[in-house]
């Protein structure tokens, strides 16, 4: 509050200014008032706070949705908590088959790439697999990093996989294992095309 009027700019200062008044029993500094004049200090504060009780229908309003905003962002649950809950509604690992002729095709250009399940364990650990068989020359993806781990396990062809600007070249049979947080791609440097399956082991948000 500034000078001697009992109204302030902001409202919330006229609460707060004549509660903590009222509730000391002693003058109100904030409204000017002298030692010697301090029934009328209480008085004046008094009739503040009424002023107050009096529009705190709409008053509330007012700072409730201060209070919304300063909370953040909308009810929604934080990107971890939404990735945990999808963890939680994922199937769990069945005993089953996946015939390479029954998976279904993606096409990227000249590569192709085949999923097979996104599921979790019996224990909740996350685990995807899928199939990707890139042609001579090509790249899977452009260099990038995620939190989970990544296996690569070379069927036919040759990949250079390259992880931390380091490459390994890998041919049939060859396993490729890619750390958490690492920057990795691969590419097709032989004569044929190269086929091979991925398993990312774990979360990306833990």
Do not use: W
């Not at 008094?46 to 949705?65: C, E, F, G, I, K």
């Not at 399940?117 to 697999?129: M, V």
């Not at 060859?174 to 990312?200: C, L, P, Q």
């Amino acid at each position: 509050m500034h000078g001697d009027a009992p109204v302030a700019v902001h409202q919330t200062d006229v609460v707060v200014v004549g509660f903590h008044s009222i509730a000391e029993e002693r003058p109100c500094p904030a409204l000017g008032k002298r030692a010697g004049d301090g029934h009328a200090g209480v008085a004046e504060v008094r009739r503040t706070m009424q002023y107050s009780r009096r529009d705190l229908a709409s008053l509330l309003p007012l700072l409730l949705a201060a209070g919304a905003s300063a909370e953040g962002a909308p009810q929604n649950a934080p990107p971890a908590q939404a990735a945990a809950d999808s963890v939680e509604k994922l199937p769990v690992m069945k005993t089953q088959a996946f015939l390479f002729n029954e998976l279904p095709v993606t096409a990227n250009g000249q590569n192709r790439q085949r999923r097979m399940f996104t599921a979790k364990t019996h224990t909740g650990f996350k685990i995807e697999s899928h199939q990707s068989d890139i042609a001579p020359g090509e790249v899977n993806h452009p260099p990038h990093q995620h939190l989970r781990e990544e296996m690569m396990l070379i069927r036919e062809g040759t990949m250079e996989l390259t992880i931390g600007g380091k490459p390994y070249r890998l041919g049939p049979g060859d396993v490729g294992v890619i750390g958490s947080n690492e920057i990795h791609n691969a590419k097709n440097v032989g004569t044929t095309r190269a086929h091979y399956f991925i398993v990312n082991i774990g979360r990306d948000d833990v």
